[in-house]
C-alpha cells in the first residue's frame, strides 16, 4: 500500500517545469553533498531514473525535472540546478566522448541496505548509521541471531559495524574490562552464543563471518570500516584455531596460532603476524596504529589520495571514488590504516598515504559480489575516543571522508555492464 502511494505521489506532482532535467552538482557548488545522496536513493525509491555522471562535476546526478524532487531538495538543503533537454542531451554527449574520462551511469534500483550491528551499541560507534541517518538513508539492523536465521538473504547491502569478528571483545580489555559496557557485552554475547548452540563467542563470530562471505560470494555488496575489516579477515583465516587467550574465552589459545593462519580464506590480507598479547590493543601487523607513531603523522599532515580510475572501463572503482577532492583528511581508529605489505596482490587500492606505505581504502571482488574496507572510525573526528559523543554532521555537510561511505551505498543500484576485456 505505501508503495503505491508513493507512486501514485511521484504520478501526480510529475509536471514537468521550464527544464528537463534537475542536475543535483556534486562539485564545491553543492550545499549539502551528504544529503544529496539520501535524495538520489529516496527518488530510486519512487523509480525515477537516475544518471550518475561519473567524474562529472565531482560525481553528479541527473535526475528527470519532477516537482516533488525539486521541493524535496528544496526541504533537505540541496542545491540544484535545471536544465533543458537540449543542455542534457549535449552533457551525456560530452561525457560520452571516448577522450574524457568521464560516464553516465544509470541507476535503477534501491539497494536494500542492512547494518550488521548490535542493538545496544552506544552513539560513539559507527560513522555509516550516523551518516545514514543524517542522510535520511533508511536501513535495517542485524546481528549474530539474524544472520543465524538467514535472514541476510532478504538485503543486497550489508555494512559491518566496528565490531570485532575474533571473539576478543575489541581488544578493550586493558583498558575497559572493568567498565560496565565492557562486561555487558561480554554477557550478552556469551548468552547468545549459548542460545545459538555454540560453545564460545569466538565460534559464533566465526559462523557469523563465514554466512557473510556466502552472502558476498552470492552476489552481495560488504562494506566494512575500521576493526571490523582487519578483525573480520582474520576470523576467516583463523577458522578452527584458537586465537583467543583465557580472558577472552576461558581456555589457552593455540601456542603456534600464527603460524597456523590459512589466508586464502581471507578477502584482503595475507602473511601479517597475529598479536596474542590480551593487554595489547591490536589484532595483528596488518594494522599500523602502533607504528605509525613513529613517523609522526598530525592531524594537519595526516591525509590520503583517491587514485584516479577510468570511468568508461573502470565504473566500479570509479563509482566508489567519486568526490570533490582527490585529497581526504586522516583519521584514527583502531584499525587506523592498512600496511600494505600485507595487502593480497590482486586487491584494488583506491585510497593510500603513499609516504607512510598505508592503504586506507580498498576493494575486491569475492564470487558475485564485491566487498570495500575503508580504515578509520570516523571521518570528521580526528581521534574518536571511547564514550565521547557522536559527530554532528550538520556541522560537516560535504564531508569528502563521509561521501566515500555514501558511493558504497549507491554504486549496487547501477544498471550491471558488460565488462570489457
Known sequence: MKKILFLFFFFFFAIKSFGSYLLIPMDDAQKNHLKAYGLAYWA?????????????????????????????????????????????NSILADIANPEVNQDAVKLEKAPRIAVYSPKGKQPWDDAVTLVLKYAEIPYDVLYDEEIFLEKLKDYDWLHLHHEDFTGQYGKFYSGFRNAAWYQAEVKENEAMAKKLGFTKVSLMKLHTA??????????????????????????????????????????????????MLDFSKGFAFEDYKLSMNPMEYEYSTIDTYGTRNQYGPTEK?????????????????????????????GFWGQTAAFDKKYIKKNVLIMGETKAY??????????????????SGHDPEDYQHRVEEPPTDLSLHPNSPGYRLILNNILFPAAKKKKQKT
Open 44 to 88: 530510486l525509491k519512487g523509480e525515477l531514473e537516475i544518471h550518475w555522471l561519473l567524474n562529472y562535476r565531482g560525481g553528479s546526478f541527473m535526475i528527470p525535472n519532477v516537482k516533488a524532487v525539486a521541493n524535496e531538495c528544496v526541504i533537505r538543503g540541496i542545491s540544484y540546478e535545471t536544465v533543458s533537454d537540449a543542455q542534457g
Open 210 to 259: 563465514k554466512r557473510i562471505k556466502d552472502f558476498v560470494f552470492n552476489g552481495g555488496f560488504l562494506f566494512a570500516m575500521c576493526s571490523a575489516t582487519d578483525s573480520y579477515d582474520i576470523a576467516l583465516a583463523a577458522e578452527g584455531i584458537d586465537i583467543c587467550e583465557s580472558v577472552f574465552d576461558h581456555d589457552p589459545a593455540d601456542k603456534n596460532a600464527t603460524a
Open 301 to 329: 599532515t595526516d591525509i590520503f589520495t583517491l587514485f584516479e580510475f577510468s570511468a568508461k572501463w573502470d565504473p566500479v572503482p570509479t563509482m566508489l571514488c567519486q568526490n570533490h577532492t582527490s585529497t581526504i583528511k
Open 357 to 374: 606505505g598505508e592503504a586506507r581504502y580498498i576493494h575486491g571482488d569475492f564470487g558475485k559480489g564485491t566487498w570495500t574496507f575503508y
